[in-house]
């Protein structure tokens, strides 16, 4: 049974900082990329980033370009998303998804065979 934990998420005033972590189980964690997407109240699910099992393919949307930073540790079976300068709209729930290696790093929600059950971030002004 694959399960996602996330965990790390929380109250922050604007330009903090929060680490997010997902743990891992059930699956051969170094055979899928790993993703984290964010979910705002009355919006869509929306691509954060994205790594392969190698840290030099990782993907950003730009609104995040130089903040985040997206990486995994295969040892530990564990996802982070290091979030810099922080903003009032990063505020949203966020989600770890893990999908079977492809060539191509995924971006859709429906591209992900798991998730997790999401974090709370909220960013104050």
């Known amino acids: 049974q694959v399960q996602l934990v996330e965990s790390g998420g929380g109250l922050v005033q604007a330009g903090g900082s929060l680490r997010l972590s997902c743990a891992a189980s059930g699956l051969t964690f170094s055979s899928y990329i790993m993703g984290w997407f964010r979910q705002a109240p009355g919006k869509e699910r929306e691509f954060v980033a994205a790594i392969g099992w190698r840290a030099s393919n990782a993907l950003y949307v730009d609104s995040v370009k130089g903040r985040f930073t997206i990486s995994r540790d295969n040892a530990k079976n564990t996802v982070y998303l290091q979030m810099n300068r922080l903003k009032p709209e990063d505020t949203a729930v966020y989600y770890c998804?893990?999908?079977?290696?492809?060539?191509?790093?995924?971006?859709?929600?429906?591209?992900?065979?798991?998730w997790g059950q999401g974090t709370q971030v909220t960013v104050s002004s």
């Open positions: 998804a893990a999908r079977y290696i492809t060539v191509l790093v995924p971006t859709t929600p429906n591209e992900y065979n798991y």
